[in-house]
């Protein structure tokens, strides 16, 4: 009784209440989802060694050229939509930049293309060489 008492007396700070809480629940949800094509430079190179993933560089000339991952396929991202052609889209592909925020427009890109072969490095090329694992040099 107490509870219907007070949402009665504070009709405003109830309907915030409820705005919140859809707020945060369709927020997890949308992370949740998104969560499902970031892969971990773990799984990446488990990916790479199992399935013989691509890996698409989107970043520019002079960063790939300072280093990464062996065999990546050079797509800068403003070219991205005019060279899919060039991925065999019968094998998965990890989309890398430095730390896998700009990824996500290659993804928006090429998404209908590749369908569930197409992954997004977590933490870009930065994650990858925090685990140590191989770069190389152009």
Same mark, same amino acid.
């Given at each position: 009784?107490?509870?219907?008492? =007070?949402?009665?007396? +504070?009709?405003?700070? =109830? ?13 997890? $949800? ?6 499902? =094509? ?29 280093? +990464?991952?062996?065999?990546?396929? +050079? ?18 592909? $990890?989309? @890398?930049?430095?730390?896998?925020? $700009? ?15 197409? =992954? ?15 770069? @190389?040099?152009?």
């Amino acid at each position: 009784m107490e509870m219907i008492d =007070f949402v009665i007396r +504070h009709p405003v700070l =109830f309907s915030l209440a409820g705005v919140l809480l859809v707020i945060i629940l369709v927020s997890e $949800i949308r992370r949740k989802s998104a969560t499902q =094509f970031y892969v971990s430079p773990i799984k990446a190179t488990a990916m790479i060694n199992r399935s013989e993933a691509q890996i698409v560089d989107i970043r520019d000339k002079n960063a790939f050229n300072q280093g +990464h991952i062996i065999d990546a396929l +050079h797509i800068p991202l403003s070219e991205i939509s005019k060279q899919k052609n060039l991925l065999d889209n019968d094998r998965p592909a $990890i989309i @890398v930049c430095d730390r896998g925020q $700009i990824s996500m427009s290659a993804y928006n890109q090429l998404k209908d293309t590749m369908r569930e072969n197409l =992954f997004v490095l977590e933490g870009g090329l930065n994650a990858w060489k925090e685990a140590e694992l191989p770069v @190389v040099k152009s």
